[in-house]
């Protein structure tokens, strides 16, 4: 089989940790290129994982026609340019989360990728629930749980309690567009276990510290993403989805998806690593997956599959990211809008 060629632009923590070594890790897969935000660094990273090139601008990985498919690991705000232009260029496409900006440049990846179906456009997923997914997929498809009445997600981060600390990228709009804290990568769990978008949604936030340090350091600047944020949605069953992101926050923190319904709740506590299930008349247990339904980190090799066997993207494709993009500007909306209902 031909060699694939991947070129990396954009190599964080993420990418480091995962994507390359990854991709790396798989027979015939070869990474040539890598470009990251200065010319050092990405000499660095091309001597730390023995990459044979590097280039100066992302535009120079895209044009390679050595290059086969783009690796994009950079902040939100590359993701859109990038992947149009990659994909316009005949080449594959694995971009890191969050998908865009906004929706609006989603939907343009979107039919960018429409307009080239033969080639693979995937978004690295929401990977907190994997292990348990399929296990809480087959409860909801039994039914055991009755009527489902309300699921929730908390998570709680001490990123924003420093106001002495500089802007970080996630603060960032210019950066990070309309995603806030980890609101979408959140969201996205509760879309991939019910397969259907609420109706509309109310959110209210806050920014404590209104004026931050760029991250130069040069100059203050104001704060446009909320430090902490809730949203509830309504689904058309009547079904509520109660959301709570906060980043100003210390110590150990919640971290938990609870759904409910009129038989059963299952609550997944992500820093206990348990799945729990407690029935009307019942006593509270743990759920083991079973082996076959455990799930784990594929997504380089999910990537390759999908370009050499033609294997269908299921985590994630564009299609899942424009959805969950709708709900994060939804939230921006409602938020702009002193907390108004909003359509989805």
């Not at 693979?120 to 498809?141: G, H, Y």
């Not at 424009?322 to 939230?331: P, S």
Request: net charge negative; hydrophobic share 45%; proline share 3%.
């Amino acid at each position: 089989m031909k060699k694939l060629r991947i070129g990396v632009v954009g190599a964080g923590a993420n990418t480091r940790l995962r994507h390359i070594p990854g991709l790396q890790a798989i027979e015939g897969v070869i990474v040539e290129v890598v470009c990251n935000r200065s010319e050092a660094s990405s000499r660095s990273v091309a001597e730390a994982f023995s990459i044979p090139r590097i280039a100066n601008v992302w535009q120079d990985v895209v044009a390679d026609p050595d290059i086969d498919a783009i690796c994009i690991g950079t902040w939100p705000y590359l993701h859109a340019p990038i992947t149009i232009a990659a994909l316009e260029a005949g080449k594959h496409v694995l971009t890191e989360a969050r998908m865009a900006m906004n929706a609006g440049e989603g939907e343009a990846m979107l039919e960018a990728s429409l307009n080239h179906p033969e080639l693979v456009a995937q978004i690295v997923p929401s990977p907190f629930t994997l292990k348990w997914d399929a296990t809480i997929k087959r409860i909801l498809e039994s039914g055991e749980l009755g009527e489902l009445r309300e699921l929730s997600f908390s998570k709680a981060l001490g990123m924003n309690v420093d106001s002495n600390a500089p802007l970080n990228w996630r603060q960032d709009r210019k950066l990070s567009g309309n995603n806030t804290l980890m609101l979408g990568i959140y969201y996205e769990v509760v879309q991939r276990w019910l397969g259907v978008e609420p109706e509309r949604l109310l959110a209210n936030g806050a920014v404590f510290t209104k004026q931050r340090r760029s991250g130069s350091g040069k100059e203050l600047v104001d704060v446009e993403v909320p430090e902490t944020i809730d949203v509830l949605a309504e689904y058309e069953n009547g079904m509520r989805l109660s959301c709570h992101m906060t980043g100003v926050e210390l110590g150990s923190g919640s971290d938990c998806y609870v759904i409910a319904g009129s038989k059963g709740t299952l609550r997944l506590d992500l820093k206990a690593g348990q799945l729990m299930k407690a029935l009307l008349g019942g006593k509270e247990s743990v759920v083991e997956p079973a082996a076959a339904d455990v799930g784990d980190w594929n997504v380089e090799a999910d990537f390759v599959n999908s370009i050499q066997k033609g294997d269908a993207i299921r985590l994630t494709n564009f299609e899942d990211g424009l959805a969950y993009m709708r709900f994060t500007d939804a939230a921006i909306k409602s938020l702009a809008e002193d907390s108004a209902w909003v359509s989805l």
